[in-house]
């Protein structure tokens, strides 16, 4: 008789499927050779959200519009629901504070 999946292994599956079906909410400006960046996403996939992960390593335009849109310079700049959440130590607050999981679940997904 075969065993019946564990809780972690259905848990799992499903965050699988919403990776793959749900808009994503969580939007992250990252360039390459960034630690911050490699620490911020790390953190997302270990809280299974689904994010969209823009490089904007070759692209000062981009840059430009996220020092406008942030008031920042660093990489990565989060946003959540389309609004800027700062960086990787911001992100890890709200993960410790206990609300990363309802930010991202009120947050509407980026257009
Ligand atoms: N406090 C920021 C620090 C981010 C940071 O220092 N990022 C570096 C790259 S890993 C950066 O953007 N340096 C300036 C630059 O590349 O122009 C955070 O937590 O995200």
């Known amino acids: 008789m075969s065993e019946a999946p564990s809780k972690r292994h259905c848990v799992a599956a499903a965050w ?10 969580v939007r992250i400006y990252t360039t390459t050779y960034c630690t911050f960046c490699r620490l911020a996403k790390d953190l997302l996939r270990e809280r299974r959200i689904p994010f969209e992960d823009l490089d904007v390593t070759e692209d000062d335009e981009a840059r430009r519009w996220l020092v406008e849109a942030t008031g920042r310079r660093t990489v990565p700049q989060i ?5 800027p959440i700062g960086g990787y130590e ?16 009120d947050g509407t997904p980026n257009a």
């Open 16 to 25: 699988e499927a919403v990776n793959r079906e749900m808009p994503k909410a």
């Open 79 to 83: 946003f959540i629901g389309g609004k």
């Open 90 to 105: 911001e992100l890890r607050a709200l993960d410790e504070a206990g609300l990363l999981a309802a930010r991202v679940a």
